[in-house]
């Protein structure tokens, strides 16, 4: 990525964490934001596709926006063909079952088949990667990828979510809130100590 690029980006994200991002498009042609539900994963990724024309891979609904071409695809045709025994559900953010063995025998497949199509630069999008546990982030070396972590304050998250069910009761979002900062906290634990682990 260039630098005049990064900084901008870094400067406009200010609060979100940044790994390896400087590694994207000339290492590495895999970038992965990750974050809570709406934190801002889709609108970050949609700036840097018409900044770089990357190709947009979202966890939720496992389909390709590829900008080059104007058209939008589902990395699942391939999948499906090469294990047809294995199906796999489009999940929503809410059902919380993403660290499912079928999930993770996806996100094998998926991660080297990206690589494989450089020099297309590809970003991957979802809450997904915060539920992996830990050997799974380091077998995808997701760690030393280029990788984006989006924040949100905890004001923000909950105007969202009021917006999103007006049923939530403040004691509702408040448990959400505390369970957020739980799991962006333990995932941020698990990169450090891959990183560590790898040097």
Known sequence: MPE????????DYEHDL????????????VLCITGISSSGKSTLANALIDEVGARVISLDSFTLNDPLNGTSGSFMELYRRAYPGIEIVPT???QGNFATPQFCHFLRFLIPALEERKPWLFIVEGCHFLDLDENILEELSVANRPLIIKQISNKRYAKNRRQRDPDLTDDEIRKAIALNNARIREFQEK??????RQG
């Open 18 to 29: 940044f790994y390896n991002i400087e590694s994207w498009s000339e290492e590495s042609n």
């Open 191 to 196: 990169i450090e100590r891959i990183r560590q």
């Open 92 to 94: 929503e953010p809410s």
């Open 4 to 11: 005049s690029m990064l900084i901008d980006l870094e400067n």
